[in-house]
């Protein structure tokens, strides 16, 4: 017959698991703990977080008790889950400090935040819009509103089949890091808003993302438009840190300057996958079409488009560039490395105020590869030399 363990008897089985732990402890402070032994990652270090469920049915303000699980307003200690189709709102003058939020954390459901002119949303650890396979999430960030991580960024579309979208306003801040399709699909838009940091556009194999900055927006890190996914990146009058456009094997990237858009640094066409880029009215950097093994890139460049830096056309891959009415200041390479292939087409004006190598082999990059230019009504100006290599060349 079995029978309840009396208290003195549980005191009695707890005793030694209770000598053991203090035994551990006490080696571990003297080892100098075990975080050195184990050498956790830094997501391990993150402190026990305090889940708080959203459980107000619609829309209502983050800042009410009674909103919340616990009757509580999450703060620093708090994971925050909004999966009911709630909407939580951050007013002006509030700080929503915590360590984790997800919008659409279950399966198929979905929840969303309005961060309002004047407040703050400061997730830690993370930030994820559209969390679990097949769920929802949506994060609208108005006038001088801020979001902001230092761990994991803001994820848009994080699970298999999720999708999450994200506007930022005008005046508004992202103080981190912005995936747009982790696995799943997301949209991002922004209008004269910043994004402090990277901005990564389809980084999930099989993920597809969609990032518009209209109106002034700037990015101040990379853009990566098709990380391992389907991205599209449309940029007008906005400016960004430096640009690749399908960096995976097998990824696609589609982007799309116009109205004075401007790239501080350099741009990849093709680093792993297949890019294409369109520049309408805009300025750029230094230029790389299809820099990787078996990639493939085409840039045009139109209506007074300016290339302010060097360029190369097919590095290890397959290279088109086309330009009509634009300026080029800077030397050009067709076709650099062993098997690449490059093609560039200056048309209607275009100025070329620089060295010219095709083919490989030459003068200039000594490399080898199959090289064509076509100059038509355009100009070569500055050291006014074009140097044909060994590779296969047509002039």
Known sequence: MNTKPTSSKLRALRAPAALLRATFIAFAIA???WLS???????????????????????????NPYCWSTTQVPDSSASVYISNGG???????????????????????SGAVRVMSGGVLQSTFGLYVGYAQNSYGRLDIYGSGTVGTVVSGVTIGNGVGS???VTLGAGALINSSVTVGGTGNGTFTANNGTVKSNLIIASGIGSTGEAT?????????????????????????????????????????KATLGNGASVNGSI???????????????????????????????????NGSLINGSVTVGGSGTGTLTVNNGAMQGNITIASGSGSVGKATFENGSLINGNVTVGGNGIVSGKSGNGILIVNSSTVTGTGSIFIGSGTSIL
Do not use: H
């Open 31 to 33: 080892t100098g703990g």
């Open 37 to 63: 032994l184990f050498s956790p990652s830094p997501l391990s270090l993150a402190p026990q977080a305090r889940a708080q469920t959203w459980i107000a049915p619609g829309e209502a303000a983050w800042d």
């Open 87 to 109: 909407i939580a709102d951050i007013n002006s003058g509030v700080t929503a400090a915590i360590l984790y939020t997800y919008l659409g954390y279950d399966a198929g459901s």
């Open 163 to 165: 999708s999450g979208e």
């Open 213 to 253: 900055l209209d109106n002034g927006s700037l990015v101040t890190g990379g853009v990566t438009v098709g990380g391992n996914g389907n991205g599209t990146l449309t940029l007008n009058s906005g400016t960004v840190g430096s640009l690749t456009i399908a960096s995976g094997i097998g990824s696609t990237g």
């Open 268 to 302: 990849t066409v093709g680093s792993g996958g297949n890019g294409t880029l369109t520049l309408n009215s805009g300025t750029v950097g230094g230029l790389t079409i299809a820099s990787g093994i078996g990639s493939t890139g085409v840039a045009t460049f139109e």
